[in-house]
């Protein structure tokens, strides 16, 4: 059973740093692309960062890039974890962070249950 966990999010002030973990399990890593998106209130759910599980390219959206920073451990097999660290943040930065796994052959995707990280002014 393929499971997404996000967790790390919470409420913080403008400049402050927060780190997202999102713990996967049940996915062949090899296989996958691993991807955080945030969803404000009232808006589309956009595209943040990515990361292969394999090898370390990496890909950010422009509003991000030079701010967050995407990671992951030493993934064993189907288990692993993959970070978002965010430093600078700023009160747009405020949304619904979900993780999500992609298999970069057939395209099937997984989502987590996202966390929410709010920055206030």
């Known amino acids: 059973q393929v499971q997404l966990v996000e967790s790390g999010g919470g409420l913080v002030q403008a400049g402050d740093s927060v780190r997202l973990s999102c713990a996967v399990s049940?996915?062949?890593?090899?296989?996958?692309?691993m991807q955080w998106f945030r969803q404000a209130p009232g808006r589309e759910r956009d595209f943040v960062a990515s990361?292969?599980?394999?090898?370390?390219?990496?890909?950010?959206?422009d509003s991000v890039r030079r701010r967050f920073t995407v990671s992951r451990d030493n993934n064993k097999g189907t288990v692993g974890t993959v970070y978002l660290q965010m430093n600078h943040l700023q009160p747009e930065d405020t949304a619904v962070y979900f993780c999500?796994?992609?298999?970069?052959?057939?395209?099937?995707?997984?989502w987590g249950q996202g966390t929410q990280v709010t920055v206030s002014s």
């Open positions: 990361i292969l599980l394999i090898g370390d390219s990496t890909n950010y959206a």
């Open positions: 999500r796994a992609t298999h970069r052959l057939l395209g099937r995707a997984y």
């Open positions: 049940g996915l062949t890593f090899s296989n996958f692309e």
